[in-house]
């Protein structure tokens, strides 16, 4: 009798554990089921309470993800960073970070942490690595070590051969874009209206420029040729005019250099985030 | 009897894992309920959707997709609410669930002003249900949004058939409704609405008369001055040899004058339109309030 | 341990008949929600909140006559004329915004010029080579240009 109390004991402690396990699996596949459906402030909430996820690796890695797809890049960082070195998702959980603190503009802080691997990984998915650290590099526009890491490239593996092949292709634009001189551009402006502009790259402004600040030339020439005379209301209204629009034409085409190495610059960090993003999500998923 | 024993230890252990099991979203439910019931409608939802991931029932499932829809409206997330209610799955099921949804879904959208949708789903109620008792409940959200796109004979066509379908066997109620609708949808009573087709047209013809259509007399005249100014910019420079000068600044003078004024007499009609049709619809609501809800 | 699971069914058919009951409160308070909803358009319904160029500036700078013609004009330009011809600016911050806070800034002899500059810009025209998310807004699809950009920058 004894012992059949002590069995029936056992069994209930035994279904009380598993429940409870499933329970917290239960919890996770839903969390998880959540982040994937776009419902990511309801899966943060979740993961905000207390004993939803007991281990902290996996609850920090969940809310840096959630974080991640939210598009908070820093909190995402900060969360992955977290996540133990004991743990089955750190390296997946590093990989996202070194992601989201490139997209962050952190990219020294990110290039450090490719030292911070397990030998195991850093050997098995070298490739990956190599182009994650090329890419870096390139942000941070250190080309003699991209370079270096570019030749390690064997563009052998599909899921890696187009992005090192834009990479390889930014970095030859990038080191093709001579200085344009933005004193330059003001003098070319100050000789005719809108050149300094389509020096500096901006073709539909310059024709606008140029139309405007000669429209209101051919005013005032017009308006002295009819008057001949300097001091008439006409030729000093439209004078004031054009010389305010030659001025700021002059100003435009100035800070127009620095806007457009702005948005080249812009452009081509894009290219390589994206080169840097997809092999990590094909890798590490 | 050793082995009744050990057969009814078993039973127990066994029933005793069913009640655990049945505990876990039980007590969901409840945790659920309770939190909807305080007012954290967020939290709420939140749960709502967790029972309705674990639960297995079709019927259960509903019910909490069901609360989680409500949580969300209550939180004017009608967007997510929305998104909830449409994964319910309308096959093989009973006339009042595919009415409690399509309702919902309908009502949700006259809340966020987007009375086409709105129609959407209130024809998807009509063609998917067939019992009329429940389509008939569905008539005074249709009024409401007919009203607000200025359908008024329609909104009272439905009107008078829901007087008659509730009140068919009590001819003193009915009597009084019909005339209480027709008093408030009488010829006289609708307001006039200046068509936006017209406002445009005039503003072409001559700049200024489509905002004094509207009763923007000020603006007309201000918009007649300056597309006047701008054509006798354009004469005087042609008058005293000034050619280049007076075409091309009165061509950009007039042409930004008068394409901006016909622009601006169609926005004007159409908020000359809003502007009384909403007075006006607000007074319908409070009465149709009056008579079809007790 | 029979007791238990009686209990047990007695309470999950509590629960359901409670459930049931807040289902007919949920249509009583659809009614409410119905009528007490309000048909809003924001665009019919918001006003313009113009203000002086000069505000809150020396009495001397606020109302000089070159200020005033300046102040005066972009004032007028903002309450009555842009009103009138349905001004629609492709950039985020519009044009009479950035020639106000380019005065406010820079003053008058650097600002006016960039007002201008920023005048033959306003065209769909200067659009052509932008770049999504860097030059403009991905989702209003508004261009970025600030005051700020204008600045002379520091080398270090």
Redesign the interface.
Known sequence: MKLLVYFSAIQLAFFNVTSMMAQINQNYVFINYLSQNEKNKEALFLLNQPNEIKNTDTLNFLKGYNYYLMKKVDTAAVMLSKVSASSNLYSKAKSFEILNLLYAKKESIALGKFDDFSMDTAFMYRHVLNTMKAGNYLLLRKYEKFDSLCNTFRYDDFRLTNEQMRLKELSVRLKKEYKKSPIKAALLSSVVPGLGKFYAGKKGAAIASFATTTALGLMVVESYYRTKNIKSPQVITFGTLFTFFYVGNIFGSYFSVQQQIKSTNGKINNEILASIHVPIIRFFK | MKFLRVFTCLLFVFLSRLTYANNDTLRLKQFADSLFIVGDYFEASVYYQKLDFFLIGENEKNKAKLSAANANKILKQYDNAINILNTISLNDVHDSLIYLVKYQCALLNYLKNDFLQVEVYLNQLNYLVSDSNYISKSWILQALNLNEQYKWDEAKEKLLMLNSRLYKNDSLVYTRIKKELDGMYAANQLPKLKSANKAVKMSSLIPGLGQCYTNNYGEGIASFISVASSVGIMAAGIVFQFYFTGIAAGNMLLGKFYLGGIKRSEFLAEKYNYTIAKSFNQGLKFRIKQQFIP | ?QK??IL?NF??SF?FLT?LS??KA?LKS??D???G?????SE?ESKRNVTYLFEGKHPIVKYNPVSLMFGGLLFLYQK??S?????ACPYEVNCSQFSKQCIQKYGIF?G??????????C?K???????E???YNSRTHKIYDKPS??QK?KKP
């Open positions: 341990m238990l699971s047990n309470l999950i629960f459930s807040q289902l949920q659809d009614n929600l119905l009528f909803a309000v048909n809003y358009k019919y009555t004329i009103v009138q011809i349905g001004a650097k006016i010029p960039l007002t201008a500059d920023r005048l033959t810009r065209t025209l200067a659009g052509i080579d932008m770049v998310g860097v030059d950009d204008y920058k």
